[in-house]
Structures are given as C-alpha cells and as structure tokens.
C-alpha cells in the first residue's frame, strides 16, 4: 500500500520528466524491435494474427516478469531497496500531472494566439492529423485526449497497481502501448494489431466503467454538471466504436456542457466519430482548464478509492493471519 501511495504522490510531484529513464520507452522500443523480427516476409491475414499475438504475449510477459523478477532481486537485497523499485514502477505507469501539464501547454498556446504552436503540442497526445485544426478543434482533440487519458494514464494503471503491484501495473502499461503503436484498424495493421486492440479493450473495461461513477461525483465536486454528465454517459456512452473511450469522453462531454465527437483525419484519411454531448454552449479553450481540474479530481477520487481498498484487504488479511 506504501509503494502505491509514494508513486501517486511522485506522480502529482515531478510528473513525467524527460530526462528520467522511462519504461514505457523501452517498452515501445522493444515492439519496435519485435515487429521488425515478426514481420521480415510477406504474410497472409492468418498469420498476421498470429504473429501479433506473439508480438502482445512477448512483450506483455516480458514486461511482468522483467520487472517481477528486478522487485524480487531486490527484496533479497534490502526491504528498502524493493520499496524504492516498487514505487518506481508504479509512478512510471501514472500519468496525472503529465496528462494535466501536456493539456495545459495547449491550452497557453491557444490563449497566445499561437494555433501552429498548439497544432504542434496537440499532435503529441493525439493521434488525428492537426496541421489543419482551427481553434475549436483543437480544444475538442485535447479534452478527448484528457477524457481518455484519465482512464488509461490514471486510473487503470491504479486499478492494475492495486490488483498486482508494479509488475501488473507494468504489464498493463505494455497493452497500452501496443495498442498505441500497433493497434490500428488500417492495411498496415488491421490483422497484425488485432489481437493488441482487442487485449486493450478488455483491460481497460472494468476501469473504463469505474469512470462512470467517478466523473460524475467528480463533476459535482469542481461544481460541473454532474447529472448531465451521468445522463450523457448512458446516452452516448455506447456510441464509440471503442467499447471504452466513448464512456469517459461523454462523461467530459455532459460535465462541461459541449459536444465531441465529429470527423477527424488519420493520415489523410477522413474518419467520423458519433456526436457525445449537447450543446450547451460554445467550446472554447478555458473548457480544457475545466477538463484537467475534472480529471485531476477524478484522479483524487480513484487514489482513495485504491487506499481504502488495500486498507481494508490488508487488514482483513491480517486479522485472518492472527486467528
């Protein structure tokens, strides 16, 4: 329970530095590396599938016991010594403050006139293509970024830390980097991802659920529409063709009264999202201020939630070690 608490306040402290060492880089090396090897010959659509689920098995197994085994090596050594590696770990899977500060340099961007600027900030969290968004649609990219990221780089990585500490916290960090990297429905790799986008999806369904009842209570507490927020949820929750990202982003969407969703561009290529929201207002760029205070009260919520969990477990467990 300490590791968890001591990589949740590193989190909120120091964030994501560049000049730290990083696991999720190696990670992301590694499937680097792992698709070249896979992938020298031409394959058919079977076998695509079939080396992309070595690709997922490799790398998440890998990223488990690799850093299973380094927490092991070093308990042998000192108590003190697994500490600091267990906290590590978990910290490098959390993504609060980094997610907040990536958001807010948008955000400042925006406010100094500067779109090339923000266009440039807003491609490093999202996918689409943003050397063409005005204004509105970069505010729109980033608060579905935040609304995302808030599972994925908060509280899933929580939910994993609480399940099965830093190597399952660790593991589903590599799940989501696949996906990132490999898990896209294009010729490249529709049958060579799949198996890493359907992994991604199941892991962060419980999670993704558990944004449900946070954003709400989230919303209420930054003094947002909370009840909207739960009612667009079930409302358009299920409209995104991903079984999990709808369900945050329309909970940002009703909270802060705006819609998302709409035509994006990958690579050229034009893509349309359902609409998510209504339309109260406007969206302008102070809506991504109000989005990173929801996500960070989120984040909040999701930490007390994963204290008085273990708490408890804990404590259960302890008194049934006594008697």
Aim: net charge positive; glycine share 8%; with cysteine.
């Amino acid at each position: 329970m300490s590791e968890i608490i001591t990589a949740y306040f590193l989190d909120l402290i120091i964030g994501d530095p560049y000049w730290l060492p990083h696991p999720v880089r190696i990670i992301g090396k590694v499937i680097e590396y792992l698709e070249r090897i896979l992938r020298k010959n031409n394959q058919n659509q079977r076998t695509e599938k079939i080396k992309g689920i070595l690709l997922t098995v490799i790398t998440v197994g890998l990223s488990y016991y690799i850093i299973y085994f380094l927490i092991y090596i070093a308990g042998i050594i000192s108590p003190g010594l697994k500490f600091v590696f267990s906290s590590f770990f978990i910290f490098t899977a959390l993504s609060t403050k980094n997610l907040g500060e990536e958001a807010f340099s948008i955000y400042r961007a925006l406010k100094e006139n500067n779109l090339e600027l923000a266009r440039e900030k807003v491609s490093r969290i999202v996918g689409r293509d943003t050397k063409d968004l005005d204004e509105e649609e970069i505010v729109r990219a980033t608060i579905e970024s935040i609304a995302e990221g808030t599972v994925d780089g908060i509280i899933s990585p929580l939910f994993y830390a609480v399940l099965g500490g830093a190597p399952l916290a660790m593991a589903y960090k590599a799940v989501n980097t696949l996906d990132s990297m490999v898990g896209y429905k294009n010729e490249k790799y529709l049958y060579f991802g799949w198996f890493s986008a359907k992994l991604d999806d199941l892991v962060n369904y419980l999670p993704a659920r558990i944004s449900i009842l946070l954003i709400p209570v989230a919303s209420l507490l930054v003094r947002q529409r909370n009840l909207m927020a739960f009612r667009i949820i079930f409302r358009d929750g299920k409209k995104s063709p991903s079984p999990n990202a709808g369900i945050p982003e329309a909970g940002f969407a009703g909270s802060l009264g705006i819609q998302l969703g709409g035509a994006n561009f990958y690579q050229g290529v034009k893509e349309y999202r359902p609409i998510l929201g209504e339309k109260l207002k406007k969206i302008s760029p102070k809506d991504i201020l109000k989005a990173i205070w929801l996500s960070c009260t989120v984040s909040i919520l999701m930490f007390l939630i994963s204290f008085i969990v273990l708490h408890y477990y804990l404590g259960n467990f302890e008194v049934r070690v006594v008697y």
